[in-house]
């Protein structure tokens, strides 16, 4: 099964406009990790949200977590053409009922979202 | 602000090549990760390194993989020899150390590795 599947693929709106992605997961999480990645270039963390949580923000950057639906959205507000970059989701699945965690990381294939000027 | 750095960013070998990457870790992390991204694929697990030792490994972390941390700086993957479809890029990460892994994963810029 697949874990940390995005929707949609790909994106493309303008400069100015909110950008959502979804994530969807199989397996039980001890909290779910978004990244960002310039094309061809390193992952960089925007935002991580713990099972226990529900919401968090952080600049122009809004995720959601719905652990009983097992999906998270990340929501950019007024979005700017520097936005342009692929956008994965991440799980840090538990190992065991008492909350072990694996502390690897499953990645999604990602959103692709270019903003135009 | 601290960042996870790798050498080389690109390397080009031959197949049957051993090749080494290195990484340095954020100085106040004690966990360790390398994952790769074959090129259009979703990034991947290889191994998390804790304490001296692998903590947990997926399947592609073969024989022909190992880790070490030879000092208090370097944490390093090795690919004995290399093959074809190990061409991908590659990311070490670190996190700090909680009670677990359990925190954020700061990744490096990768290395990008062309099999020949």
């Known amino acids: 099964s697949q874990q940390g599947e995005e929707d949609p693929q790909a994106l493309s709106i303008q400069e100015g406009e909110n950008a959502t992605m979804n994530c969807s997961y199989k397996t039980s999480i001890n909290n779910l990790q978004w990244y960002r990645q310039n094309s061809g270039r390193g992952l960089v963390h925007l935002i991580l949200?713990?099972?226990?949580?529900r919401e968090k923000h952080s600049g122009r950057l809004r995720v959601t977590l719905d652990t009983s639906k097992k999906s998270s959205s990340l929501l950019i507000t007024a979005s700017r053409a520097a936005d342009t970059a692929s956008y994965f989701c991440?799980?840090?699945?538990?190992?065991?009922?008492?909350?072990?965690?694996?502390?690897?990381?499953?990645f999604g294939q990602g959103t692709i979202l270019t903003v135009h000027p | 602000e601290p960042e996870v750095t790798q050498t080389p960013s690109h390397q080009v070998t031959q197949m049957g090549q051993e090749v080494i990457l290195r990484c340095v870790p954020i100085s106040n992390h004690l966990y360790f990760y390398w994952y790769r991204q074959i090129l259009g694929q979703k990034v991947e697990f290889l191994v998390s390194f804790y304490n001296n030792e692998i903590s947990e490994k997926s399947e592609i972390f073969d024989d022909q993989f190992s880790v070490e941390r030879p000092d208090g700086s370097n944490f390093t993957l090795k690919i004995r020899s290399t093959k074809l479809e190990d061409s991908a890029m590659y990311f070490c990460a670190s996190s700090e150390f909680t009670g677990g892994p359990r925190e954020t994963q700061y990744f490096g810029p990768g290395t990008r590795l062309l099999v020949l």
């Open positions: 991440a799980t840090d699945g538990l190992r065991d009922a008492g909350g072990t965690s694996y502390g690897k990381l499953t």
């Open positions: 949200i713990r099972s226990n949580e």
